[in-house]
């Protein structure tokens, strides 16, 4: 994919970042979710009292996606936290992506307000995936 798209898919997350409903950790994170025809769907996390409850920003935009029939994807960019430590995807959202994002599909992770993105892969982050194919 080209540098130019992962930058306007950051600028998304970081768009839906500013919707992060996070009283109580206050760690706001944002997701850009690129389908294969080009749609772009985004997410934060919503805190809940219960905090249990709390639906990362990853899952947010994915859930989107696939409750709209999408079920193909081709990128995903990922905001929250500093340049020095930026926010990386939860293992709950890894397994849910990987139920419909190939190993190879690039993920960027950047800070939340500003700073590089570092790009890696899904399987990078999960690899040996436990996926439909394993059924
Ligand atoms: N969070 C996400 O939205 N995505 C991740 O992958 C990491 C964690 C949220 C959940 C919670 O609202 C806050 O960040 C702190 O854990």
Redesign the pocket.
């Known amino acids: 994919m080209k540098s130019h798209d992962m930058e306007r898919l950051v600028a998304a997350a970081r768009n839906a970042a500013e919707n992060?409903y996070?009283p109580?950790?206050r760690?706001?994170?944002g997701?850009a979710l690129l389908d294969a025809d080009g749609g772009v769907w985004t997410g934060?996390?919503?805190?809940n009292a219960s905090y249990g409850l709390?639906?990362?920003?990853?899952?947010?935009a994915l859930f989107k996606a696939a409750s709209e029939g999408r079920r193909s994807f081709r990128a995903i960019a990922?905001v929250?936290g500093t340049a020095d430590a930026p926010?990386?995807?939860?293992g709950?959202?890894r397994q849910t992506l990987a139920e419909f994002c190939a190993p190879d599909m690039p993920v960027a992770v950047a800070p939340l307000r500003e700073g590089e993105a570092t790009l890696r892969t899904l399987g990078d982050y999960l690899p040996h995936a436990f996926t439909p194919a394993s059924l």
């Open positions: 992060s996070s109580y950790s760690y706001a994170v997701a934060c996390n919503v805190e709390t639906m990362c920003a990853e899952r947010t990922i929250g926010a990386v995807p939860c709950a959202c």
